[in-house]
């Protein structure tokens, strides 16, 4: 069999085991079936290439058990991001296998993570976990930096309020202004990106404002304001796309968000911790095989039978 480019890497049995034992006690304490999906947090994206490799998890997954989807489902996710529209994707495929689904953010789920949260029944966030906005960014060829959509309409609130302050009542002297340094912003990101970026701005706000109707806010008599709130709050009326919106923030957003318990915070830190230790192992998270820049992710489901097999056993 010829092995595709960009399907990952094979691991080795025994690092699933290990993992499995691992995830054994959260899923002991939840009393679900758990998904995992965790990013490398400096070269890992969510990219085009998770849609079927996450679809080939779950199918395996229900076709070993023989069932069908969920009626509950866990997501520990870890991520800084990605593709808005990919992220869109992913986490409509999670909900066609379940029926209620519970995101858990025990560090970060930043950008596209925070637009996979949306998609849930209920996010439970960790002490010191974080979500993200949803503004979208353009990265410039051969450089590290990516300029969001914040950005521009920070500078434009920028330009606005120096033009009252200073009190320009000199049209001509106001217009050079503006003109000058709007020409500044443009020298900075090309007319085609900028118009890009409000393009995938509405996007975003449909695929979000589809996210809350569907799912969380599905039963709520006043979806379509709260939808809105909430969008507003992760969007235009963030400060900057790198703001870090821990619990009280989100809570205050509209969304609905819980604390998550203790224990269940320090187990799935530890998690992660050991996760992040194989990836710099390379056990996990390999490069693409086209890619020496993007790291796969982990991708990984974990039943919650184990108690009640333990039962059985005992009789």
Avoid at 24 to 29: A, F, M, N
Avoid at 123 to 129: Q, S
Avoid at 211 to 226: Q, W
């Amino acid at each position: 069999m010829v092995k595709k480019e960009n399907s990952p890497k094979i691991i080795n049995p025994k690092i699933f085991e290990l993992l499995k034992d691992s995830f054994k006690e959260l899923t002991k304490i939840r009393k679900k079936p758990l998904l995992v999906m965790f990013y490398n947090d400096s070269a890992g994206q969510i990219l085009p290439y998770d849609i079927e490799a996450l679809e080939g998890v779950f199918d395996d997954f229900l076709k070993s058990k023989k069932k069908e989807g969920f009626l509950e489902l866990d997501l520990l996710i870890h991520t800084h991001g990605g593709e808005a529209h990919t992220a869109y994707r992913l986490i409509q495929m999670i909900r066609s296998y379940c029926k209620q689904l519970n995101v858990l953010v025990a560090t970060y789920a930043h950008s596209g993570g925070t637009l996979i949260a949306f998609g849930a029944t209920k996010v439970e966030m960790g002490r010191t976990a974080t979500l993200s906005p949803v503004d979208v960014q353009i990265w410039k060829e051969n450089e590290d930096n990516a300029f969001s959509l914040l950005s521009i309409e920070k500078y434009t609130e920028f330009l606005e309020n120096t033009v009252r302050e200073h009190n320009f009542l000199n049209e001509k002297n106001k217009a050079y202004f503006l003109t000058e340094l709007t020409k500044k912003l443009i020298e900075e990101v090309e007319p085609s990106k900028l118009g890009e970026l409000f393009r995938l701005r509405s996007l975003t706000e449909l695929h979000s404002k589809a996210l809350l109707h569907n799912y969380m806010l599905k039963n709520l008599s006043e979806k379509e304001a709260l939808a809105d709130k909430i969008i507003s709050k992760f969007t235009k009326e963030s400060p900057t796309h790198q703001f870090l919106m821990d619990y009280e923030i989100v809570k205050e957003s509209g969304l609905n968000v819980k604390k998550m318990e203790e224990k269940v915070y320090k187990l799935s830190c530890s998690l992660i911790d050991k996760l992040k230790l194989l990836e710099r192992v390379g056990l996990i998270c390999d490069f693409y095989p086209s890619s020496i820049k993007k790291r796969q992710p982990f991708f990984k489901i974990y039943d919650a039978e184990e108690k009640s097999n333990e039962k059985k056993q005992k009789k």
